[in-house]
Nanobody, 128 residues
């Protein structure tokens, strides 16, 4: 069992930065691929980024590529999402999730149904 807790959300002006953190419990955290998803007002849940177990491979949605960076520290059981050059359309509830399933395909991890555990979310609001 893995429990995930997000933090770091808040209100920021367009062009600003925020760093989200996902803290996990459980000694086997390093055996999970971790993803970040978001859900904006009136929208469905959207893939943002994912990072493989060892941190050696990352994958991003086109909408955030070049602006967001996902990283992990397995010794600390944390996964961070550094968000730069924020835009009003980035406004959403952000969730981290952990997937035990292994696949050679990064694309698999864009599918929210692959993930076994979810955090409660943290709100990010970007003002124009």
């Amino acid at each position: 069992q893995v429990q995930l807790v997000e933090s770091g959300g808040g209100l920021v002006q367009a062009g600003g930065s925020l760093r989200l953190s996902c803290a996990a419990s459980g000694r086997t955290f390093s055996s999970y691929t971790v993803g970040w998803f978001r859900q904006g007002p009136g929208k469905g849940r959207e893939f943002v980024a994912a990072i493989r177990r060892s941190g050696s491979s990352t994958y991003y949605a086109d909408s955030v590529k070049g602006r967001f960076t996902i990283s992990r520290d397995n010794a600390k059981n944390t996964v961070d999402l550094q968000m730069n050059s924020l835009k009003p359309e980035d406004t959403a509830e952000y969730y981290c999730a952990a997937a035990q399933k292994y696949s050679d395909s990064n694309y698999l991890y864009t599918d929210s149904t692959v993930y076994d555990y979810w955090g409660q979310g943290t709100q990010v609001t970007v003002s124009s």
